[in-house]
């Protein structure tokens, strides 16, 4: 209630200062709540590093022209209509952000009908006063998963527009590649995997590449924050594609385990507490002190006939890193069982607080369960709550924590219900969470011809600066000898 009211008055006192300050623009209707835009940028939280948002009106029947006025501090910027687009330019954008950290801009969208214009009620983006990581890294696949012929690792720049490819499936012969991961969201040390013709896992550290030495597929990495471990699942899957079911795609466990590899010795490690017959563990993931191994676990059943019935917990064992050595029993964070519930992409806040993670009502592929959505876990209190303000009525599945564990950036089908989209939100020190907001692009119209799905997207702190023809040549080499 007090969060809600502080917006209520810095809404009346917004629309005091605005109309003592618009005497030079002409209006001649007033609406009382705010715009329809899209995206949706009203009264969301962004960091002060960010491009600008630009936005539209949806439906512009019968409207001839529109312009909105951005104001924070003491600028004032007019940005005129173009194509039914409110384009901000970069330069006022800076200028803007620079003036209303840890404040807000306040925006007044008008529309000219008849030749007359009516202005809608005001809307904030208030600007966080700490920065986000300036890049994200994602995969840009199609969102049948099952056509392979392009696809690429992606990396994009938060502060501007502009997104530049890490490495292509053009440069290892067209086959699959997936789970990029980054340790502690450091540019220059990052894995992926690779199928078909070139399988296997490749890490890349300072430009250089090397493939993993592994019997068995490794599946869902997460690093030990030395950089020395790195945590996997071993699955053995399988697709089922839905015709008639709301969830289009089944991806189904029919073993998993979880090992921890080590780079050095290039030894797989693992416990009979990680690798039980009677059990599917999969999703790991290191806390950030690298003391606590995070994992799902579902009791095993006959597959694919009692697929609905597998429900994941959320367990953490202890890990030793000097000794290589693993706790001697099983800590139950979410009880699968108990409460009914499927737990997926459990990922620890870098301050070591927060545990957010995936649930659905079955399954682990929960990327096309329209029911899964967003939780968060105090990991002191073990307190764990729904993340209502991120979840919709559709999927949202996979996220990623910045490195000052300030910011999340999160997929989600919202929008259409078929493309995963990147939205990011805050979260203060409280665990207060705000009104996320989609990725922005040069163009409002960028989603709508964009007929891929952004797909693990990771924050990184700085550019991967590997050239993705190098990083294809060097795997291209390995596995010519």
Not at 60 to 83: H, M, Q, T, Y
Request: net charge neutral; glycine share 4%; with cysteine.
């Amino acid at each position: 209630m007090k969060k809600q009211s502080f917006r209520n008055l810095l809404f009346f006192i917004t629309i005091g200062l605005l109309m003592a300050c618009s005497s030079d623009i002409k209006v001649d209707h007033f609406i009382e709540k705010q715009p329809p835009i899209t995206p949706d940028y009203t009264e969301v939280t962004i960091p002060p590093n960010i491009a600008p948002l630009r936005f539209k009106m949806p439906d512009c029947s019968g409207i001839s022209d529109l312009r909105a006025v951005f104001e924070g501090g003491n600028i004032s910027v007019k940005v005129p209509g173009r194509k039914k687009q409110i384009s901000i330019s970069s330069s006022d954008w800076e200028k803007l952000l620079k003036e209303s950290v840890g404040s807000f801009i306040s925006v007044r969208l008008q529309t000219k009908k008849d030749e007359e214009w009516t202005e809608y009620a005001p809307f904030n983006i208030y600007v966080a006063i700490e920065k986000t990581d300036p890049y994200i890294a994602y995969r840009l696949i199609e969102p049948g998963y099952e056509i392979w012929n392009e696809m690429g690792i992606y990396q994009r720049c938060l502060e501007n527009y502009k997104e530049t490819a890490i490495l292509t499936n053009k440069m290892t012969n067209y086959g699959c590649m997936n789970c990029h991961s980054f340790c502690q969201q450091n540019p220059n040390k990052m894995l992926f995997h690779l199928r078909i013709d070139y399988s296997g896992t490749y890490v890349v550290e300072d430009g250089q590449v090397e493939k993993l030495d592994t019997a068995s597929p490794l599946v869902y990495p997460s690093w030990h924050p030395s950089g020395d471990f790195v945590a996997f699942s071993m699955n053995t899957t399988k697709q089922m594609f839905h015709t008639t079911d709301k969830n289009r795609v089944e991806v189904m466990d029919y073993a998993s385990n979880v090992v921890v590899y080590d780079l050095k010795r290039q030894q797989i490690l693992t416990s009979p507490l990680l690798s039980s017959s009677k059990s599917f563990e999969t999703f790991p993931t290191f806390s950030p002190d690298g003391k606590t191994l995070y994992f799902c676990s579902s009791d095993s059943v006959s597959m694919p006939d009692d697929y609905r019935n597998v429900k994941y917990s959320l367990c953490a064992i202890g890990y030793d890193s000097d000794t290589r050595s693993f706790g001697n029993q099983i800590d139950t964070l979410y009880n699968a069982r108990k409460e009914g519930g499927s737990v997926s992409f459990p990922r620890v806040s870098p301050d070591g607080k927060w545990l957010m993670f995936t649930l659905s009502s079955y399954g682990n592929f929960s990327i096309w369960h329209k029911d899964a959505d967003l939780y968060l876990a105090d990991l002191e209190t073990k307190f764990i709550q729904p993340l209502s303000v991120l979840n919709s009525n559709d999927v949202e599945s996979y996220h990623s924590w910045s490195s000052n564990s300030r910011w999340v950036v999160f997929s989600s089908r919202r929008i259409d219900g078929l493309y995963t989209r990147p939205f990011i939100t805050y979260i203060d020190t409280e665990g207060n969470v705000h009104k996320p907001f989609l990725l922005p692009q040069k163009d409002t119209d960028y989603y709508t011809s964009l007929m891929k799905s952004y797909n693990i997207p990771e924050f990184i702190t700085g550019r991967v600066e590997a050239k993705s023809y190098t990083t294809g040549h060097s795997v291209w080499g390995l596995n010519r000898k």
